[in-house]
């Protein structure tokens, strides 16, 4: 039994191998349940990935872009409006009927098709591209988004559209 | 004032409701891993595997401290650790802010992607803003008092059983 008047700073009877031991032992738990319960997911990729989905990284991306590949912006229309990647059409997430309407003629002529979104949170551009396969069009998905485009020197256009 | 911070049953209330709070908090983060890894790209702090990692082992980090803390095993090294959690936590959030990025569910206690807007409790409270900082800022708080401030003596106990030397060791016999 003690009662400790002082404080633990001036003590230092703070037990740091107990604190590095919650550490080790939470994660530890949470690897194995990750790997083991049935619940877990592959850790070593975006968990937006779904299998089928076909991505493209920034650097492949740009060469497909110099190739004439179509380029899609899953995102909201107003962002496409503000700026996009050079060439691309607007076919945004929650407006996809009507927007594919509009760029259907183009998908069809396309030598390849690239879709994209604000980044690897986003998965409007996994939904968009998987919605255009069901359709048969063979759509890959930017990997990461417009960060990594820009990250690898992708051009972009900023000229504001109506 | 160090009276307070040092008083056994606030020392036993703080340590009820941290405990109580992150295991709560850990529960459903932990039943559906993917969906809170998708939440934690939304911070847009790590990139995809560091979020993964982070979304995989963050809650049994949670859960594990807030059981320690309510049993009352370890208490120091638990609130130490929910303490670093939280610094972690809010310098995420700060980071969210300063970027101006919109957390719609900061992931704190459920992974729901979407919920009716009218749901309880209302939508300040889930996303990523002042409310957000305030808690954690507040259970910071009362992390570093379980972590910090050894409890002064219960009534009852010996007179003058505060003034006995504060070192572990020298309490045990070698």
Known sequence: ?162 | MNGLLRGPRFHLLLRLLLGGFFVYASLDKIWSPAAFARIVYAWQVAGPVPSNLAAVTLPWIELLAGLLLLGGVWKREAALTVALLLVVFLAAASSVLARGIDVENCGCFSVAQAEAPSAWPPAWTKGVGGFLVARNLVLLGAASVLAFFSPSRPRGAPRGAEARPSRESEALPS
Request: one cysteine or more; glycine letters at 10%; proline letters at 6%.
């Open chain 1, 1 to 162: 039994m003690h009662w400790e008047g002082a404080c633990y700073f001036h003590d230092m009877s703070l037990d740091w191998k107990r604190f590095v031991l919650i550490l080790a032992t939470g994660a530890g738990a949470g690897l194995l349940w990750n790997a083991a319960s049935g619940r877990g997911f592959a850790i070593g990729r975006s968990v937006l990935a779904q299998a089928g989905d076909e991505l493209v990284t920034a650097a492949d991306a740009k060469v497909l872009l110099g190739r004439g590949a179509l380029f899609l912006d899953a995102r909201p229309r107003d962002f496409w409006k503000m700026s996009r990647i050079p060439g691309s059409l607007p076919l945004p997430e929650e407006d996809f009927e009507r927007g594919l309407a509009v760029v259907e003629a183009r998908l069809r002529r396309a030598s390849a098709i690239v879709v994209y979104c604000s980044g690897y949170g986003c998965e409007a551009s996994h939904v968009v591209a998987r919605k255009l396969r069901e359709r048969g069009f063979p759509a890959a998905i930017l990997d990461e988004g417009l960060p990594a485009w820009q990250d690898a020197a992708g051009p972009m256009d900023s000229e504001p559209r109506p």
